[in-house]
C-alpha cells in the first residue's frame, strides 16, 4: 500500500525518453502500471499533446522534482506539482550531485519535513543508509524509494547487502527500488528480496523495443512478487540430492 | 513596460498582473504553475499577482519524467 492507494501492479514506470507517444502509450498498457511519473518543465512544443496523452492514460500520477539541487527548488516544484496534477502524492528528488545524482541526504529529509508538515505524500528517492531511512520516517514519509544504482546508469543492485539490511530493518515499511534497474532480472531480484516495488524508466524507454521490454518487467517483477511471498529456499555450500534415495537399485 | 524574465527569456511586457501576462503569452492557466522568484503562486492569485522590472517566472506544465 502507497500512502492510500493499493495498487494492482508493483510496477511503477517512468514516461521520459521514449521514441514516441504511440511507444510511451503502448509500453505503458504492455507494463501494465498503475503508477506512471512525470515531471514539470517549461513549456515546449509537446506539451499540449502530452497532457491528452496523460488525460488518455488515466493512471495515477506520481510527478517528480527531478533536477532539484536544492531544498527551496524541490519544495516549490511540489506546490507547482501539486496544483498542476491535483495530486498530495510527490517523489522527492533532491540532487546532491551531477554526475552521480545521488541525492542529498540533508536536504532531502529538510525537505521531506517541510512537505510532509504540509500535507505532501511524499515518496523520498534515497539511498540504501538505514539512518537517512530513519530520519525519513521521522519527517513522516510513509514510505522509502532507495536507489539501486545511480539514475540512468542499467547496474542494477550494486549494494544488494545494504538493501536486504534495508529490507530487514524497515519492517513493514513499503520499500520501492528507483533507479538504476536495467534488467528484468534485476528486477525480480529486489522483488525476491521482499521490496514492495520497482520504479524505472531508461531500461524501458531506451531499449530497442520498448513495448516488449516493458512486457518482459511485468513478468519478472510479478514473478519476484510471487517468489518473495512463496517463500525461496535456503542456499547451501553442498549438493544435497532431490531424487530420493530409497528404492535405488543396485546395479553391481 | 516591465522588463521581467519568463521561463529564462528576457521579455517586456505591458501586462501588470501574472493572469494578464499568461493571456498575453497565450499560456492556459488551467494548464501550468507558475512560480515567482522562486516562490509558487497559486493559481488563484493570478489575477491579483503583480508584475515588476526584473521578476523571475517560471511557467512549468506537465512533461515526462522518471
Redesign the interface.
Known sequence: MFYDFTPQSLFLI?????PSPDV?QQAITAAESDII????????SE??A??DL?TQLNKRVL??T?GCHTV??AV?TA???R???NTRWIKLEVIGHADTLQPDPFALVEAARILCAEGFQVFPYTTEDLIVGDKLIEAGCELLMPWGAP?GSGQGLRNPHGLRAMRAWFKGIPLIVDAGIGAPSQAAQAMEMGFDGIL???AVAKARDPVRMAAAFAAAIRAGEQAYAAGLMEQRDMAAASTPIFGLAEFS | MITLILNGRTITTRSSTLAALLHEQQLDPACVASAIDGEFVPRTHYETQPLGDGMRLEVLSPMQGG
Open positions: 517512468g514516461t521520459a525518453g521514449y510511451l511519473t512525470v515531471s514539470l518543465r517549461r513549456e515546449g506539451g499540449a502530452f497532457r496523460l510527478p517528480n527531478a527551496k527548488e516549490t506546490h507547482m506539482a496544483e498542476l496534477f539514475i524505472l524508466n531508461t
